[in-house]
């Protein structure tokens, strides 16, 4: 069944909620089961994969497939990929060694759940999941889409992405760091899956370079503004609400857009990045209502 | 420069040696050179790709390319990805919360060398990396062999295979465990990826289905050989020799195929399985002369 993101008259929040049920049913049949020896594994798995997420990432993945008529089977795999991808990344930043996080989407972190080598390798089995799921011939007919998705994703989970940035992030903490590098870091750490996120439904839909690069545009900014929200919930926010620990940035001395910035100027920083966000999807037209929608929806989030 | 492997008079181990440096000069150029704040992360991950490695892996990438005339730049692309992924998988195994190993290839292990939060993200960064190059255009022309290729090492890496092997690993550390159980894990855990190694000329060389079947059977051998020969240099060798620390596995009480069998019936083992292997390869005819050298090379092998 497709929902059509953003048609009619569903609120950002309830199209959402329906996405999610959708997501994470393809989620469920996509993990591997638990069995065997390495049963445990498995359970891992699903324990911090399934556990309740705001699906943010895979969400933009189904919007943006929808603007070039991708049928849903398709963008729901490259959906799911974009998740596991995000979770592997979370559970591997909430480890001891990383950010020692003891809270993650509103239970114990997988780690305190299980172990610190269940979460090293459970994080270790969701980043390959992701590319056998876009590798495979389910996906997309065309060899050239399904390459072109993992070499994205590749770079995207990589030094020049996620990992770049969560190396930049353990280096701030220590010392002072200026807007540039905090926005660089969150570019890499954050930004750059939210950029593929994007991007996989042009890709999906074999949408020219220049949809692409609106896409990429949207995704900088709203990338950008997501971000510093969540810095605003760190210092704002409640574990109830964000379903994780808050305050850690500030009792860490961290460098966030929050710290150099002060709360008024943030807020402010992330209302402009959405309507920066909003008007590279002009070309696009009404199709892209939901997109829009969704920045704004993004800025005045409260978890 | 293209290496004839095992053509003419050169020993299995000069062959190697020369391969491998061929191999070292494609990882120096593919590895990231350290730039930026993330710059920890690029030296991390050549500190621990560039230490001196047996380079088996590749080396079996490069020998099945030449079976069915893979030019030598693809295949020398595809052997380092799965260097790169092989890498990572010991970056991460050797974690305290994993293996907990201090030294490897003769050096101090990543972790301590750097630190933990870097070891876990050069590991976290080495994987994509490896998906990234097989992922490039000049990999192959033809897309659907480079997909091909990332959906089998997704598998290899994934939670039906190494990952789902060294969760076993740790499960066995606690408790008895049989042959067959001990034969699954390292199917899983060190069987996959050279697996993947040996079938990876066939996908390039779009070799009938016959010939990876061939392939795989000879790795699945190779692979078993190649293991019960590092479990007897655990009880045998000295860590000069093997450049990692030996006798972890009996002060761990963990089930082994030296523990389970004894020496002599592991030794003996090894050699049968060898002859396995081989035999796998009469298909080929005296094309895959290397490919039987290494076998009996490999449980030959002090190191």
Chains 1, 2 share one sequence.
Do not use: W
């Not at 590749?154 to 590098?181: C, F, N, S, Y």
């Amino acid at each position: 069944m497709s929902i059509q993101l953003g048609k009619g008259v569903a609120s950002v929040a309830e199209v959402m909620t329906a996405a999610t049920a959708e997501i994470d049913g393809v989620l469920q049949n996509l993990l591997p089961e638990p069995s065997g020896p390495e049963r445990r594994l498995a359970e891992a798995m699903r324990y911090s994969v399934l556990a309740p997420g705001k699906r943010f990432r895979p969400i933009l993945a189904l919007a943006t497939a929808e603007l070039f008529n991708v049928p849903r089977r398709a963008a729901l795999r490259v959906a799911v990929a974009v998740e596991l991808a995000h979770t592997y990344s979370l559970v591997h930043d909430d480890l001891p060694c990383m950010d020692d996080d003891d809270m993650r989407r509103g239970q114990p972190s997988l780690h305190k759940k299980f172990d610190e080598a269940t979460a090293v390798l459970a994080g270790d089995a969701l980043l390959p999941l992701a590319f056998e799921i876009m590798a495979h011939v389910e996906t997309h007919a065309d060899a050239e889409v399904r390459v072109e998705l993992v070499r994205a994703l590749a770079e995207a989970a990589g030094p020049r992405g996620m990992v770049g940035g969560q190396m930049i992030d353990l280096t701030v903490e220590h010392k002072p760091a200026d807007i540039g590098t905090i926005t660089r870091m969150q570019q890499l750490k954050t930004g750059a899956l939210i950029a593929f996120a994007c991007e996989a439904g042009a890709v999906l839909g074999k949408a020219p370079t220049s949809a692409r690069h609106a896409l990429r545009a949207y995704a900088r900014d709203l990338g950008l503004a997501f971000q510093i929200v969540d810095d605003l919930l760190d210092v704002e926010g409640s574990q109830e609400e964000t379903g994780k620990r808050v305050g850690k940035d500030a009792s860490l001395g961290k460098a966030t857009f929050v710290a150099l910035l002060g709360i008024d100027r943030a807020r402010t920083q992330a209302a402009i990045l959405a309507d920066q966000a909003v008007a590279h999807l002009d070309v696009f037209g009404e199709r892209a209502a939901f997109l829009k929608r969704l920045a704004r929806f993004v800025v005045q989030r409260s978890h």
